[in-house]
């Protein structure tokens, strides 16, 4: 093999080893790694979850002392700063690595190019930017998260083909088919945080988290519950409360004697017109360390968050059915009148889901 | 090759043939024939218009003596009757054809197994059904007729992803892209007919026919065109009436003496309701030897097609945009009032076009 397309390989190799933690990084990013000795993989390791080993030290470790003269792969630059676990800057400098190929640098203003310059400084050779595209998008909501410093928004929508999730009665169970709705257990699982509102949580009873076996064994916690609940209308009854050991943040702009368990966190939150300030909620989101919010919600907020121009990227299940025009839309837009106001976006990918389309969508 | 590898890759061939015809058969099949003695083509043809020789005669007649003991590919079975050409059962047994490898029966009431059963008799071996979904699928419009005597139904929706096809001043320009409309213009070629209303012909002066160079070249004659006009609202001086050429039938329930052209035939068709009768105009097309219809309409003739259960097919092109509930919805259903009355559909296929989606549905 030719270096570049041994490069490619190996590091090809470390994307997927990284993609068995998206289930339990979170709010890390999935980084796998690889060293490479006379083209013999020695060692290799996936991080797992907050606090466990970085990828990097479980495949340095695995090589052992056979690591001196070596080449290690890893999707994101190494950190050198210290967290829960040692830089590991430090290890590949200890462990006499001589070669260390990278997909991209870590956006995150503790890391940013600085470990890159001080393996160079330590002789070591560098390669930065092959496979870019594909580590930026497998890491996208980490990547979001540091670089705008705000948490990276999925809004989620199930719907008919004439765009209605539900008829007007509110009923919606069911329009998308049970296999969407697998995939929405899967997006979920992949989420550090779930955004609703106090309406869909209480029409539906809903509990709005991960069941599905397949996705709950390879999580580490559920994915923290946002509500936007202005007057603390959900009852304690609700199933959402059932869980005491999910973390809910409820914000709201009233005061209460409301006795929630200690999972949940109460959020005074500012409002105008009768709206909570959902930059403000963001605002707040970001501080707590989450680096993005699956959004699950009616066609209000959803309207609120698409006029404010707040969504990074919409997953739309559609099902090939026609509800007519006394159903419930997806939005509750009014304020177009002229065809040139249409709000535009770009197709990410489209994927077909049995008898359901899936659609991806960016600004 | 195993004998029935070489059956499939010279069906194959012989469906990609027909293909060349797709444009200009109408209301005939697209036709490809392939001769092969030896391991070796000998000869090929595909039927290019009706009148013209079939794809039989034009493979034989290049294949000549050379014929006597060759196997004849074809996706359609030959015909038996004499119509604008002689049969091709003749043809092949008169050049002494020993195998005949056909996709599907001819639906045809005047052949529907027919030739088969002939060729047997003449001691030729027949092999029916390879890559019958394919070659059905091609002839779908075709076989759908025959099958079921009335014209193959196909309507198509420009959107958005909330389902809106204009503003609410009925500004509808443009909300797919360029690439999506050629895609029509491609669908239109495809066509034996195109089928709308007053209404839409009168909002934007449509002239709703094939203009793309690409298209234009391959078609023989300009779709005709059907046009509902229960009251004869259409001006003299619309652009449809330009073309002198195409033909034009008007649907109207009133007497007149509007002088139309020779190439509009107005037809008297009963209505209820203040609505022209479907039925009884699908039954007149089927009659004028039409076998498909391509439906381009507002959202009243759409709803009342899809009510009535008479499309066989979508096409949706959907555009990643919204419009907001202000604007125009593609179908004027009203009747949905509990979620179990939905309109289910299947997904016949996806496609991507640039940043629209097209998707092709069915009952």
Tied chains: 1, 2.
């Excluded at 963001?282 to 907020?301: C, D, H, M, R």
Aim: hydrophobic share 35%; net charge positive.
């Amino acid at each position: 093999m030719m270096k570049m397309d041994r490069d490619l390989y190996y590091l090809h190799k470390a994307l997927l080893l990284a993609k068995k933690g998206i289930y339990s990084v979170n709010p890390n990013p999935a980084v796998g790694a690889i060293v490479v000795k006379n083209e013999k993989i020695i060692g290799m390791g996936y991080h797992k979850s907050p606090g466990s080993a970085h990828a990097e030290q479980i495949a340095l470790k695995k090589a052992g002392d056979n690591s001196a003269g070596a080449t290690l792969y890893v999707n994101l630059e190494p950190c050198c700063h210290h967290g829960k676990t040692p830089p590991c800057l430090d290890l590949i400098i200890e462990k006499k690595i001589k070669r260390v190929v990278i997909c991209q640098k870590d956006p995150n203003p503790l890391v940013n190019g600085k470990s890159i310059k001080l393996l160079k400084k330590n002789g070591i050779d560098v390669k930065l930017g092959l496979l870019k595209d594909e580590a930026v998008s497998l890491n996208k909501k980490f990547n979001h998260y540091h670089l705008y410093n705000r948490p990276y928004i999925l809004a989620k929508t199930g719907m008919s083909l004439d765009g209605k999730i539900a008829d007007y009665r509110w009923n919606s169970k069911w329009i998308t088919s049970p296999a969407s709705r697998n995939d929405v257990q899967k997006e979920r699982a992949m989420s550090s945080s779930i955004l609703s509102t106090s309406s869909t949580i209480i029409k539906d009873d809903s509990r709005l988290n991960v069941r599905k076996k397949e996705y709950l064994s390879k999580l580490k916690i559920q994915p923290p519950l946002l509500i936007l609940d202005r007057k603390l209308k959900i009852p304690l009854s609700s199933k959402i409360f059932k869980d005491t050991s999910r973390q809910i943040y409820i914000f709201s702009s009233i005061n209460t004697n409301k006795k929630y368990k200690s999972n949940v966190i109460l959020v005074k939150t500012p409002s105008n017109n009768q709206k909570l300030n959902l930059k403000f909620i963001i605002k707040y989101v970001a501080s707590q360390n989450i680096n993005n919010i699956f959004v699950e919600s009616g066609p209000n907020l959803l309207s609120s968050l698409i006029t404010d121009n707040l969504v990074d990227e919409f997953l739309f299940y559609i099902a090939p059915k026609i509800l007519g025009n006394n159903s419930k839309s997806f939005n509750s837009i009014t304020h177009i009148n002229k065809l040139s106001q249409k709000i535009d976006y770009h197709i990410n990918y489209i994927e077909q889901i049995n008898n359901d389309l899936k659609m991806s969508l960016t600004k």
